[in-house]
């Protein structure tokens, strides 16, 4: 009868973690590109947000 609720628990547990560890990896790759930018003192240019309509 407790199967089920822990089987989704531990699925829920997996996934938060997955995400966790995904966002850390492309935190980590955004900062790593930022800091190359800056030592090769080339000018970042923010990049328009996506759906933005231009008046």
Known sequence: MMVWPAVTL???LVLTALVIA????ST???EQ???AA???GS???APE???AARA
């Open 28 to 30: 980590a790759r955004y």
């Open 22 to 25: 995904m966002g850390t990896q």
């Open 43 to 45: 000018r970042h240019v």
């Open 38 to 40: 800056r030592a090769t």
């Open 10 to 12: 531990l699925g829920f």
């Open 33 to 35: 590109e930022q800091r």
């Open 49 to 51: 947000p996506v759906g």
